[in-house]
């Protein structure tokens, strides 16, 4: 069976804004995720986890490397609505409402009529944004723009979720809604990658793990723990600083 994604030798270099090779994001990684596989991505600041989903959604281009969607690239998979995408920093225009925000996305993907509304609605139920559905955004509180970030990623239906940082700025009963979704998306068969901070919640969650380190990969496999698994992330980021620095 094809894989969901699939990463051969992905490296990604920036310029120091001279021309010159400047620091390198991320260093020949390779991995195949298969359909319906929950990932959880891991690592501190600089480690790579943005870089690795703007790399999957288009937003930034490979320096050396390949990465298909599907059996698609990147560009393609957008085009046909295959990848719903979270930023890190979600933003939208303050004086829209949710519920206005979603009907644009969804025209967007090609929606209309009663399939429109619909999907908008099914899409604000699941984010717990009804009773914020018609209200402008500068009024909702930081876990609520997270949530109509994560409406606006799932407005489409796609087959491949790429989450950055899905429950930052989330209280403890967001933060469950948040991981109860995470969890029911992925029996419906989606593909989800997660770019997170926090572990709280995730050794339910994820099939396999993936540990970056100053680019590079030092685990991509199920997370195997007794101690608890930010002890054991925590374990292996050390110890591979200690080696590498």
Not at 118 to 145: F, H, M, T, W, Y
Request: hydrophobic share 40%; glycine share 12%; with cysteine.
């Amino acid at each position: 069976m094809e894989p969901a994604i699939r990463i051969e030798g992905l490296s990604k270099d920036f310029s120091d804004g001279w021309g010159r090779k400047g620091h390198m994001a991320l260093e020949a990684l390779s991995l195949d995720i298969s359909k319906g596989e929950l990932v959880g991505v891991f690592g501190g600041n600089g480690s790579g986890k943005s870089t690795l989903l703007k790399l999957l959604c288009g937003l930034l281009q490979p320096t050396r490397g390949s990465l298909e969607i599907a059996g698609n690239s990147p560009a393609k998979s957008i085009r046909e609505d295959l990848i719903g995408y979270l930023p890190e920093r979600p933003g939208f225009p303050t004086y829209q409402s949710p519920r206005k925000l979603l009907t644009l996305f969804a025209k967007l993907s090609g929606l209309s009529g009663s399939i429109l509304d619909d999907r908008v609605n099914a899409c604000l139920n699941r984010c717990r944004l009804e009773s914020q559905a018609d209200v402008p955004v500068v009024k909702l509180s930081k876990g609520g723009i997270q949530r109509l970030a994560m409406a606006q990623a799932l407005i489409h239906d796609p087959q491949v979720l790429l989450l950055d940082e899905p429950m930052d700025g989330l209280d403890p009963l967001a933060l469950e809604g948040v991981e109860k979704l995470v969890q029911d998306l992925r029996d419906e068969g989606k593909t989800v990658l997660i770019s997170s901070h926090l572990v709280r919640g995730m050794e339910t969650l994820c099939d396999r793990v993936l540990i970056l380190h100053n680019g590079r990969s030092i685990f991509f496999g199920p997370p195997d723990f007794e101690e608890g698994m930010e002890s054991w992330i925590l374990k292996r980021l050390r110890d591979e600083e200690a080696v590498h620095g």
